[in-house]
């Protein structure tokens, strides 16, 4: 089971913000992102939900017809699935 600890939030003008992860949370072997690594972030009633992104997620496939057209089929399929949930 992951360590628990406190972080920090800490709100910036510009661009946004940073929420500080403990040392001893980020080193616990369940933690589930690694450094540099795309994050999904979301609310979801009163909780923050950091999730891993896949990188098909992070492209609006509307303005690229053509590539979306080269995909293989399975990943079509999951990017039409994610939108139809969306």
């Known amino acids: ?3 628990a600890a ?7 003008k510009n661009p946004g913000a940073m929420l500080y992860v ?3 949370v980020f080193k616990d072997k369940a933690f ?7 994050v999904k972030i979301r609310i979801d009633g009163e909780r923050v939900v950091q999730e891993k ?4 997620k992070l492209l609006e496939w509307s303005k690229l017809p053509n590539a979306f057209a080269k995909l293989p089929k399975d990943i079509r ?3 039409e699935k994610a939108n139809a949930t969306q």
């Open 22 to 24: 403990p040392d001893r």
């Open 32 to 38: 589930p992102f690694k450094d540099g690594e795309v």
């Open 77 to 79: 399929e999951k990017i």
């Open 53 to 56: 992104a896949e990188w098909w």
């Open 1 to 3: 089971m992951p360590k």
């Open 6 to 12: 406190f972080g920090r939030f800490r709100r910036y």
